[in-house]
């Protein structure tokens, strides 16, 4: 797939040229969410290429007026897919044919046999025509797999991207100037441009459609107010994000790297530079082996924070639909958002999760291809996003755990463990301090009888002790503290227990995120 615009038009016109001089059919698929985007595009190709166009749709048939900028009705359609490509041949002198939603009709099993023979026999290279045609097929992302396997390799594909920051900072520019002018406000371009920027940042993930329309909606009450139509355009977008691609963007304004991973921070701080950027050694991302409780969704937040780059969380597993078709049609959206996005640190919590039950016999093989489409964006992608991801569960991965690992994917994995006695001291005497004067030798003490308490078990002993002590009416001491480590042990030695398979794989394929033995 082709992602970007120039590469777009120049394939497009690439087709137009070679349909001209072999005097033949051709076909192409233009896969988007934004119809009236790629219209314009196509248009703008073929009036460049000095071709005719038409639209030809169950409704009607139109013919483009260059001298109109319009379309102008030329015939009626047709309820049947065979005699609309049929229609086809009738064209005089070329050109370039829109057709819309005609994708399911050419589908294996399911869909019009005498359509597929139909277009079959128009794109053979036997037949030979006056002037070159090309039929552009402007159909949604999914429907790649729609097309006839027999028919697959004759179809040009190309996709029509999201749009990036800059394109958006630019639709936004041209909105403000004009709700400005519409308002009487005199037009101050610096001030246009500094909002255009800021505005764009809600509008990411938007088709340019999608862009144009939620800025109107917005800017529509009250076209002087840019600060409320930034907080709603943020508000929307985040809902929208939720909604329909199981993303969140996490506020990572407090967060700070958890007490006790000084590898995984000295990592970080190393390969700052090359985090978040476009060049060919950028960092793509680490892989976070670990039981629950140790920082690891704090330590994404704290990245986001270091490298100044907003963090998104990715749900795989809210993403899976049991419609046919429809979770991959999520994760390829998913994918382009990301895309567009970028750089963002993308943190995908509990990453073997999209492992899990391969091959079952009720998915249809779902879980199978998108674990594939992931393993390929992740390896792939040229987007300079930074991927933090998560997993805790070893026997869950299967064989591709080992592949998780390797250079290529991730450039490290970190085992995230719970804290070593120097990093307990550490973390108790920061909670403690606002609540005990001896707080060093209570933390000394406490550091000794916690051995395999996590971070976040830490954290709940302290709380629970100070709430005790507060229904006591008594001030915190050190037995409000031991009453709650002894009350949580079997239940800490037990968690610990489960995640030794975990320790045994990341001590093989990973690396320490924190020093051991202190």
Known sequence: MWNNNLAFKEELSRVITSAGNHRCIRAVLVATRDREYAMNLVKEITVYCKQHLYHFTVACRRRYRTDHLSFETSGVGSQDPAELLRRVM????????????????????????NARVQLSLMLSSDTIIDEGIVLVFIEPPESESLLPGILDDQFNKIDVPMPRVNELETIASKEIAVASHKNGKKIDVTNIKVWGRRLADGLVGLTHTGARNALRDVLSKNPADFELAEKTLIERKANQLSRELSMNILNNSNAEIPIGLDCLYEYLSINKEIIGVSRPDRAKGILLLGPPGTGKTMLAKAIGKIVNLPVVEFRISALMNSLLGETERRFEQAFAVFDAMAPVVIFIDEIEKAFGEQGGENDGGTMMRCTGRLLTWLSDSPSPNFIVA?????????????????????????????????????????WLKPHIKDMDEVAQRLSEKTEHFSGADLKGVVDDARSRARYMKESLGLKHLECEVERNRLRVEAIYGEFRKLRDFARLFAEPAGYEGE
């Open 90 to 113: 009738e064209i005089k002198g070329g050109g370039v044919i829109i057709i819309e939603d005609l994708a399911p009709c050419l589908k294996d099993q399911t869909g019009d046999r």
């Open 390 to 430: 998560t997993a805790n569960n070893v026997k869950r991965m299967g064989e591709i755990g080992m592949t998780m690992t390797r250079r290529g994917r991730f450039d490290r994995a970190f085992l995230v463990d719970v804290p070593s006695r120097k990093a307990r001291i550490d973390m108790l005497t920061n």
